[in-house]
Nanobody, 122 residues
Framework: QVQLVESGGGLVQAGGSLRLSCAAS????????MGWYRQAPGKQRTLVAH???????YIADSVKGRFTIPRDNAKNTTYLQMNSLNPTATAVYYC????????????????WGQGTQVTVSS
């Protein structure tokens, strides 16, 4: 069974950096895209960044220039490198993936990680 396991969240001071990890495990045939959403208390969940199988990336304007989304294909892992953090980044960050499991006819499905809390203090 495919799962997305997140790690790397925690407490950091404003101006600091944090790196989140998301590892996809299980019988994976193909990963179409992996990325990150975040949701602050009382706010809507929004897309932060994603990367496609071809290496194309999307970074939300609000974090562009400060966040990047590197990956390690051999480990089916993507990261969210967050630099120059400010308190507005405080949220639960959810890994998201669209991938197919090994089968005769692979079907792409959406998967979510468990969420990891990021808190930026000032």
């Amino acid at each position: 069974q495919v799962q997305l396991v997140e790690s790397g969240g925690g407490l950091v001071q404003a101006g600091g950096s944090l790196r989140l990890s998301c590892a996809a495990s299980g019988s994976i045939f193909s990963i179409n895209t992996m990325g990150w959403y975040r949701q602050a208390p009382g706010k809507q969940r929004t897309l932060v960044a994603h990367i496609t199988s071809g290496g194309s990336t999307y970074i939300a304007d609000s974090v562009k220039g400060r966040f990047t989304i590197p990956r390690d294909n051999a480990k089916n892992t993507t990261y969210l490198q967050m630099n120059s953090l400010n308190p507005t980044a405080t949220a639960v960050y959810y890994c998201h993936a669209i991938l197919s499991e090994r089968s005769r006819i692979p079907i792409f499905r959406t998967y979510w990680g468990q969420g990891t809390q990021v808190t930026v203090s000032s």
